[in-house]
């Protein structure tokens, strides 16, 4: 048996992931949030099907787990409602459960049209006809932030790099810049969790060729760590960078965030600063170093070589070297 977030043991359950054209001619956001409220209405904590739905360029993706019969009655539903029409199935298994809410819901924007997604829905179709066997956390990783067509049309980034920035407002004109500077395209991203009439969380990615290899960075605010369906798509997660603002007491809470969200990931990514406040670097070094287990060191990236550093580009000669120093080490 596998583990989910918190520790507890997961069960073996029936699984199935499947897609389907969107007829949703209003705001599809809007429909996907009256969805999880009927849902979270009629589920609770006993529920026979857990569930995770997306909208991706024109399709929807839904991702089900529970008890066989009822996941399939919840199949036949789907492709009988007139919202979505020409149901794929892309997965059926029974495994262990991953999902932990009746219902999740995300939206995707930017990643081109219906046509080119639904040559990947096609392709994985075409492979699970094969016997090609994907888990459905995989699967929904990258339908839900697919790389862009010159990664190939299943491929996942080389590398994931997250930014999280201890203030309100993540810094998306940084990642802007990056895209413009790149040739990338911005991906948005809305995420929605599993709690009646909640408000969704933001989020945005560009994938940057450099090197042979794709490169994803991810811009998240602090608020979206602790949703789950935003785990799902961090469980490959290279990197994590800590924008650590000039504020102590924001960096701190930050850390608490990024804790509890390295207790729900599979494996630890590399942990990164970015400050200019060395009293704000210090407070955060101890306060990683007291809530996070098997961290043994931090990387303190520079300003200045922010850009390179996230592009995995070598420093020029004479630029200041990245510090890598335990954290909560005392400061002169």
């Known amino acids: 048996m596998t583990k989910i977030a918190g520790g507890e043991a997961a069960a073996d359950v029936s699984r199935a992931i499947c897609a389907s054209v969107s007829q949703v001619r209003g705001s599809v956001m809007d429909e996907l949030f009256q969805l999880r409220n009927r849902a979270c209405a009629a589920g609770g904590p006993e529920a026979r099907v857990r569930g995770a739905l997306m909208h991706v360029s024109g399709w929807f993706v839904l991702w089900l787990e529970g008890e066989h019969e009822a996941v399939e009655a919840t199949l036949q539903r789907a492709a009988g409602d007139p919202r979505n029409a020409h149901q794929k199935i892309l997965h059926r298994s029974r495994g262990p459960a991953t999902l932990a809410e009746a219902l ?15 040559r990947r829905i096609f392709e994985l179709k075409a492979q699970h006809m094969q016997g090609i066997h994907h888990e459905p956390a995989q699967l929904w990783q990258r339908l839900s932030a697919p790389c862009l067509p010159m990664a190939g049309a299943l491929a996942s980034p080389d590398h994931h790099t997250v930014l999280v920035s201890a203030e309100d407002n993540g810094p998306i004109d940084l990642l802007r810049k990056l895209a413009d500077r790149s040739g990338g395209t911005m991906v948005y991203q809305r995420f929605a969790g599993g709690r009646q009439n909640t408000a969704d969380v933001g989020a945005a990615y560009v994938d940057i060729a450099t090197g042979g290899q794709v490169r994803r960075i991810q811009l998240l605010s602090r608020r979206a760590l602790g949703f789950r369906i935003v785990h799902q798509s961090l469980a490959n997660l290279d990197a994590l960078l800590m924008l650590l603002g000039s504020r102590p007491s924001s960096a701190i809470e930050l ?38 287990r098997g961290v043994s060191e931090v990387t303190t990236v520079d300003e200045s070589q922010l850009a390179p550093w996230l592009l995995g580009v070598e420093p020029a000669p004479g630029t200041p070297a990245i510090a890598q120093r335990p954290p909560g080490l005392a400061c002169a």
Not at 111 to 116: F, L, Q, S, T
Not at 261 to 290: F, K, M, Q, W, Y
Request: with cysteine.
């Open 104 to 118: 999740t819901v995300a939206a995707t924007q930017g990643v081109g049209g219906p046509a080119a997604f639904g």
């Open 255 to 292: 850390a608490s965030s990024v804790a509890s969200l390295l207790d729900a990931l599979p494996s630890r990514p590399s942990i990164c600063l970015l400050t200019r406040n060395g009293e704000v670097d210090c407070s955060i070094g101890a306060a990683l170093h007291a809530r996070m």
